[in-house]
């Protein structure tokens, strides 16, 4: 997991650099105190998850790419597995204090969801930007227009919300999830 880990700080000081900002500047537009900024790139350990998107933002790369390295080609869905890539839950750190962030364009705050075997499944709706899904208790389906995608425990799905999506309970418990929803 620590490379994993290096590997992200690596993504970062390679985007910086590659966007002509010095570490000065960088941590300035991320809002946190230049220290701080320069352990996250040096070691990748106790970056908030907020402060990646904003990365994503700055560098206009896909928020997944900086976690996995992967772009998640956003047309569609990513789901990162458990125990797979880089899951970000399970990064040393990682709070959800964190997600009280706040980005340069409009967003919704982070949410959590419990929902119940007996809930009505939620009509499908669309929406621009981003949204992450991230499986905290249970199993949640994700229905990603005529897909549906069976999250459990620690399991996350990124993807398009232009694509017609709901979720609902998928097992005998209730569950609980995170959602995220970035729009532009």
Do not use: W
């Amino acid at each position: 997991m620590d490379d994993e880990i290096r590997e992200i700080a690596e993504r970062i000081a390679g985007l910086r650099d590659a966007c002509g900002y010095t570490q000065e500047e960088f941590a300035s537009k991320l809002g946190v105190d230049l220290a701080t900024y320069k352990e996250y790139e040096s070691t990748g350990k106790n970056v908030p998850i907020s402060t990646i998107y904003q990365i994503s933002k700055l560098c206009d790369v896909d928020f997944a790419e900086i976690l996995t390295g992967e772009s998640a080609k956003l047309d569609t869905y990513h789901v990162v597995r458990k125990g797979q890539g880089q899951v970000i839950d399970r990064i040393p750190g990682y709070y959800f204090k964190d997600l009280a962030f706040r980005f340069t364009k409009k967003i919704m705050q982070p949410l959590l969801v419990t929902i119940d075997p007996s809930d009505k499944p939620v009509d499908l709706v669309t929406h621009k930007g981003e949204e992450f899904n991230l499986c905290l208790k249970g199993k949640i389906t994700v229905v990603l227009g005529t897909k549906s995608i069976l999250l459990e425990e620690g399991d996350s799905v990124y993807f398009n919300p232009m694509i017609p999506h709901g979720q609902r309970c998928g097992g005998d418990e209730p569950a609980t999830f995170l959602t995220m929803i970035a729009e532009v």
